[in-house]
């Protein structure tokens, strides 16, 4: 079945960069997607990524995506704080009318 | 705009109650999903609804959830009996379907505690 794995835990000083690694299974998936969760909210669209593309780059953002390896990436440069949350890659399933399946979810820490 | 509209965003209650949880999606947007977040699960995707009808409930964990959509406008998820287990973050979200690129809008979420 649809399965998406993301390691659970990041921790990386104020200013590195981070990397968020994901891995997914359906290789038809159309777009892949990352998701931030900050404490106590929903979920909200960080950025996505269509299944042509190698790279998007948004701001501080650069999404990867190796499609022969079915993996997908966050990169996020100059980490702040403020980017303490959780971050949940997602991969839309084919011809099921926009079901999404999401990772467990990576817990991002930055500390000062 | 308003967002997602979930209600309650807290409930307690007691082993064997009936639990009944809201969501107003946003307006215009014809999918519905209910997910289920937990520690030990992650977020689980309970049915999802297009044009206000169910098309995957194969989440639903057992008989005792059930879902409806009466109208684009309102959805409910219901728990009966509730059981500790069905502690968890219950989110809604919605979208706008095809053709898009498939992102989903959340609720803040309902967070159930059944004691």
């Known amino acids: 079945g649809e399965d998406v794995e993301q390691s659970l835990f990041l921790s990386v000083r104020e200013g590195d960069s981070s990397v968020i690694n994901c891995t997914y299974t359906?290789?038809?998936?159309?777009?892949l997607y990352w998701y931030k969760q900050e404490p106590g909210a929903g979920l909200q669209l960080l950025t996505y990524i269509f299944s042509n593309m190698d790279m998007k780059q948004d701001q501080r953002l650069t999404v990867l995506l190796n499609k022969k390896d079915k993996h997908l990436s966050l990169r996020i440069a100059d980490t702040q704080t403020g980017d303490s949350a959780i971050y949940f890659c997602?991969?839309?399933?084919?011809?099921?009318?926009?079901?999404?399946?999401f990772g467990q979810g990576t817990e991002l820490s930055v500390k000062p | 705009d308003a967002g997602v509209i979930q209600s309650p965003r807290h409930e307690v209650t007691e082993m064997g109650q009936e639990v009944t949880l809201r969501c107003k999606p946003i307006?215009?947007?014809?999918?519905l999903f209910w997910y289920r977040q937990t520690m030990m699960r992650g977020l689980e995707l309970l049915i999802y609804?297009?044009?206000?009808?169910?098309?995957?409930d194969s989440g639903m964990p057992e008989d005792r959830f059930s879902a409806k959509m009466p109208n684009a406008s309102f959805s409910t998820l219901k728990i009966q009996p509730s059981e500790p287990r069905d502690s968890a973050v219950y989110f809604c979200?919605?979208?706008?379907?095809?053709?898009?690129?498939?992102?989903?809008?959340f609720g803040e979420g309902s967070r159930l505690t059944v004691l």
């Open positions: 979200a919605s979208s706008p379907g095809q053709p898009n690129t498939g992102e989903l809008f």
């Open positions: 307006s215009g947007h014809n999918s």
């Open positions: 997602a991969e839309s399933i084919t011809n099921q009318g926009g079901k999404l399946i």
């Open positions: 609804f297009n044009n206000n009808v169910p098309i995957d």
């Open positions: 359906d290789s038809s998936s159309t777009y």
